[in-house]
């Protein structure tokens, strides 16, 4: 005898099965009803609490197929009490690629001011850099920036991303950007006087990074304002830098200009 399934719902009417993914700390989704995209910052029973690039806190229920995960439907389920679940995210909020091998170093560079900026840009992109093979040097200034853009000859196969800091208009900074011309360079800034003030007040437990007098080493500025050791500012960076745990830890102005860069460097030729 002929079996017939008792489903009688005819195939192009079925909903698509999409994957289930764990509603890990850090995981960025959108709220397929509403939009609203952020990180997951608590999950609980029925529900998941999404965290938005401005602070602001959403609840959303634990539907199929209720969120976005890089434009794709996905059904977020709460992590299993069995054991951890390896991340799915880097610092940088980029998907992970569990097991990896860095990719042979690119022609292309990104260079940063100084040791400070390199060790940021490392801490929270390191694991993206390492996959698309950008290395990341260090300049100790911008001073001599045409001169290191003609020595490096940037081209289509070597392309040259800088970033530079306290790059505002009129300043010296702007100026010595304006006359790198090269159509493979990029150069790119934030507004900040130095790499630290890049870093969230509030996750170093400040209300706000204190203002320096003109004239005043920055740094050593800082430190006695907040009543930070000002003789080893080294240090202090190393304190600062130990707080930042992703891209949430760093201010917006920031982060775009970096992903410019690595888009930048590793765009086809």
């Known amino acids: 005898m002929r079996q017939y399934s008792p489903d009688l719902t005819p195939p192009w009417k079925k909903p698509k099965q999409v994957p289930e993914v764990p509603a890990e700390p850090g995981l960025v989704v959108e709220e397929s009803g509403t939009g ?18 401005f602070g602001k806190h959403r609840v959303f229920p634990l539907e199929p197929r209720g969120f976005l995960l890089e434009g794709k439907a996905v059904t977020l389920v ?13 610092a940088s909020g980029s ?37 698309e093979g950008v290395v990341v040097e260090y300049l100790e200034g911008v001073d001599d920036l045409p001169s290191i853009v003609q020595t490096f000859s940037p081209g289509p196969d070597a392309r040259l991303g800088v970033l530079v800091d306290h790059l505002v208009p009129g300043s010296k900074e702007w100026r010595i950007a304006e006359s790198v011309t090269s159509e493979h360079a990029l150069v790119v800034g ?8 890049a870093v969230k007040p509030s996750s170093l437990g400040i209300e706000a990074w204190p203002r320096v ?19 080893n500012t080294g240090a202090v960076w190393q304190a600062i830098l130990q707080r930042v745990e992703s891209y949430k830890d760093l201010e917006p102005e920031l982060l775009g200009r970096v992903e410019e860069l690595i888009d930048f460097v590793t765009a086809p030729a």
């Open 213 to 231: 007098p003109h004239g005043q080493d920055w740094k050593t500025g800082v430190c006695r304002a907040l009543g930070w050791p000002s003789e």
């Open 78 to 90: 709460r992590l299993s009490a069995a054991g951890p679940v390896p991340p799915t995210r880097t």
């Open 190 to 197: 934030h507004p900040y006087i130095d790499i630290w003030e």
């Open 95 to 131: 998907v992970a690629v569990p097991h990896a091998r860095a990719r042979v170093a690119r022609a292309g560079r990104i260079y940063v001011e100084g040791r400070h900026d390199a060790e940021l840009v490392e801490k929270v992109w390191g694991d993206d850099l390492r996959i």
């Open 36 to 53: 609203f995209c952020g990180a997951v910052i608590r999950c609980e029973a029925g529900t998941v609490t999404l965290e938005d690039r």
